[in-house]
């Protein structure tokens, strides 16, 4: 990344895209505190992240952000409730989880497949069960990397209506990083990036977005 200059709103969805390598991932990285900048001043939900340390950034990641990755990354030896579950389990009591967890699988059309392991189930039947697992404590920040990359079409279009219905109910602001321009759509707001700088910045009706240089 660099020079990068972004501020998103409380409850705005922003598309991230551009070509492979441009620094997508990276980017998403950054405002989750997974990657750590060299340079330049994050600012996410408040927190100064180039200036946590590592134990302040697990508290901030297990508090503040859901993440959905393009592969689910679910554990083959539990069921997809227990996926759900074991991601906060250390900050949260197993009740008061598996109570949430339970009715995060409903609302994401998985309330019949609780029990069953990854195995068991459909590639977006396993995202949506990434979903539900981000969704999980009530996170205000979802971020998104390809989440829709290894889904077809059909699929796809499911994944996106269940993704923008959340995200309303939720009130959570909403960042994904996509080669898709069908995810790039329920954005309210799209962020192209070319090797490593943010080339276009516009709101889904066409005006240029101002930004300033953090990720707020």
């Not at 991932?25 to 997974?34: E, R, V």
């Not at 009130?171 to 069908?182: C, G, I, R």
């Not at 995810?183 to 276009?200: I, Q």
């Amino acid at each position: 990344m660099r020079d990068v200059g972004l501020a998103v709103p409380a409850g705005q969805a922003v598309a991230i895209t551009g070509p492979s390598g441009s620094g997508k991932s990276t980017l998403l990285n950054l405002i989750a505190g997974l990657d750590r900048p060299s340079s330049g001043r994050i600012t996410v939900l408040g927190q100064r992240l180039d200036q946590a340390g590592e134990r302040a950034l697990t508290a901030f990641r297990a508090r503040s952000i859901g993440f959905v990755f393009q592969d689910a990354h679910l554990l083959p030896g539990l069921t997809a409730l227990e996926n759900v579950v074991v991601a906060r389990l250390p900050w949260h009591p197993r009740r008061e989880l598996e109570r949430e967890a339970r009715a995060l699988l409903v609302a994401v059309g998985l309330g019949e497949r609780l029990d069953h392991p990854p195995a068991q189930l459909s590639g977006g039947e396993r995202q949506r069960v990434g979903v539900a697992r981000a969704l999980l404590g009530h996170p205000p920040l979802l971020l998104a990397d390809e989440p829709t990359g290894n889904l077809d079409a059909a699929t796809t279009e499911s994944l996106l209506g269940l993704l923008d219905r959340l995200r309303h109910e939720l009130d959570l602001t909403f960042v994904v990083a996509t080669h898709d321009p069908a995810v790039a759509a329920v954005a309210d707001r799209v962020v192209r990036l070319v090797d490593g700088r943010v080339t276009d910045d516009r709101t889904i009706d066409g005006d240029v977005a101002l930004g300033v240089r953090t990720l707020e």
